[in-house]
């Protein structure tokens, strides 16, 4: 008898214990769901989702005639022109007489994320050369790869006398994948000595399904039962790219060798320039490595090529902290880490200096 009110004792406590067990589960799996949930209402859009639509072959462009006001800040607005350009007013097919046209190449650094069309290093340039009418063709989030294959199909339509390529770290990085943040893009690979472009058409799917991408699915990974499987199984978006050092440096190479020969059948002379990040101030193993690469490429190609990382590294720590976008003062992420104001006008004055201590453009950019 005692033994059954003890074993029914014993019951009582399990299954009181069990249920205790149970509701602080249900309260900690709400918890983690209504915190993800939090985190995903108050997630800050791209910017470049506000001006680009989806592009089979690019990934992503500009959207024509589109105007956002106030898009960085209290007057600083982003304006496409019809050609899907970030210029103010269109672009004719032709030069004006005793006038040289630059088209620039880039990315978010080159399109001049966080501050107006006139801020921009590019449009800084023509302010530096009165003669020189540049054409700002950069867009964010693109890599060498998808700037190179922008200009290879569009850019063509109008005439010009140099091309200046400006990279940054972050634009090798993206050569070596299928996407962005999630979304698709187009991917370059030497197949029998030829240059060729894979993931094309790009995948439209996190256009239709905008929780694809890798803004929604960090919040998700915060769950604690996604944080659970991911600590048993690998994790697909976790560690290092793995890079062929070798293979890439084909596909580098192939790449400036037919953006010389796209630039030289538009009668343009290609410049290559590489632009720093705030993490390239400090000796940077990754920066270095494509900084050698490109320099190389440049060499072999016979293509002019500036390194500003160099002189970037010979800047005192204030006048580094000046160059870039203070925290918080822009309503996007990532905004911190490229050009202010004065860090446009700084590379303008630094880009300017360096072509015209190349002769031959010297004497096209001089008056």
Not at 48 to 62: F, S
Not at 198 to 217: A, G, I, K
Not at 269 to 275: A, D, I, M, P, W
């Amino acid at each position: 008898m005692l033994l059954a009110k003890i074993g029914s004792a014993v019951r009582l406590v399990l299954l009181n214990l069990s249920v205790f067990v149970l509701i602080v589960a249900l309260i900690e799996g709400l918890a983690s769901v209504l915190l993800v949930s939090k985190w995903i209402m108050h997630l800050t859009p791209l910017a470049e989702k506000m001006h680009t639509r989806y592009d089979p072959e690019l990934g992503w462009v500009n959207i024509p005639n589109t105007l956002i006001k106030d898009i960085y800040g209290q007057g600083i607005d982003v304006r496409i022109n019809s050609q899907g350009l970030r210029e103010d007013a269109e672009i004719g097919s032709a030069v004006r007489a005793k006038q040289l046209r630059l088209v620039c190449l880039g990315d978010s650094f080159t399109f001049g994320f966080g501050s107006g069309h006139d801020q921009t290093w590019c449009h800084q340039l023509s302010l530096l050369a009165p003669k020189v009418q540049t054409v700002n063709m950069g867009l964010g989030g693109y890599g060498f790869d998808q700037y190179y294959l922008w200009y290879k199909r569009d850019g063509g339509s109008l005439k010009h006398d140099i091309t200046l390529v400006a990279v940054v770290t972050d634009d090798f990085n993206r050569m070596h994948r299928d996407d962005f943040l999630g979304y698709p893009k187009p991917r370059l690979e030497v197949r029998e000595g030829e240059l060729k472009v894979r993931n094309v058409p790009v995948p439209r799917s996190p256009y239709v399904l905008p929780w694809m991408t890798l803004q929604y699915r960090m919040p998700l990974h915060e769950l604690a039962v996604v944080r659970l499987y991911r600590s048993l199984v690998s994790d697909p978006d976790g560690g290092d790219l793995r890079v062929d050092r070798q293979e890439f440096e084909v596909v580098l190479a192939k790449l400036v060798e037919d953006l010389k020969r796209v630039a030289q059948e538009r009668g343009s002379r290609l410049v290559l320039v590489y632009l720093p990040q705030g993490t390239d101030h400090e000796p940077n193993a990754l920066t270095d490595w494509y900084l050698s690469d490109l320099r190389m490429v440049a060499a072999q190609q016979g293509v002019w090529f500036i390194d500003l990382v160099f002189d970037f590294r010979l800047m005192r720590r204030a006048q580094i902290l000046e160059m870039f976008i203070a925290p918080g003062s822009v309503p996007f992420v990532g905004a911190d880490g490229h050009y202010s104001v004065k860090g446009n006008k700084l590379v303008a004055d630094l880009l300017y200096r360096k072509l015209m201590a190349i002769p031959e453009l010297s004497t096209l950019l001089s008056d």
